[in-house]
């Protein structure tokens, strides 16, 4: 029993350090480890925590839906004809899409030819100038 580790580490124990760069270092580094671990922690029990929090939302919102039916029914009735609105605007844009793409090729050619020295061929080119 005279020759136990935790009698010599008693005796250290109230005694003051010397300053050490090595140690100050590990000891800062050791603060930093503990804080990001600790991050880690805490990121992992919110995670845990809101892990069905979707499922509790969705139920959430179902019974909102049937609470307040009869204000979604008369809206629901114009459902046909507003989805034909959407649609029908939906393709109007891709079409304008799709001929300012194209208009832009035609542009984007023409200039490449007059970068070339080449003769001016479409009616397009020849407005340009």
Same mark, same amino acid.
């Given at each position: ?38 991050? #880690?922690?805490? &990121? $992992?029990?919110? +995670?845990?925590?809101? @892990? ?8 959430? =919102? *179902? /019974? ?20 034909? #609105?959407?649609? &029908? $605007?939906?393709? +109007?844009?891709?079409? @304008? ?8 090729? =035609? *542009? /984007? ?21």
């Amino acid at each position: 029993m005279s020759v136990d580790s935790t009698f010599e580490f008693e005796k250290r124990r109230n005694r003051p350090v010397k300053y050490d760069r090595d140690l100050v270092t590990k000891t800062l580094g050791a603060m930093e480890r503990v804080e990001e671990i600790k991050g #880690k922690r805490e &990121e $992992r029990f919110y +995670e845990n925590r809101m @892990k069905d929090r979707k499922t509790l939302v969705k139920k959430q =919102k *179902v /019974a909102e839906l049937e609470k307040g039916m009869e204000l979604i029914v008369p809206a629901m009735a114009d459902r046909d004809k507003v989805m034909a #609105k959407v649609v &029908e $605007r939906v393709k +109007e844009k891709s079409q @304008k899409m799709k001929d300012a793409k194209n208009v832009g090729i =035609k *542009v /984007a050619k023409s200039k490449a030819v007059k970068k070339k020295g080449a003769k001016i061929t479409t009616a397009e080119d020849m407005m340009e100038e």
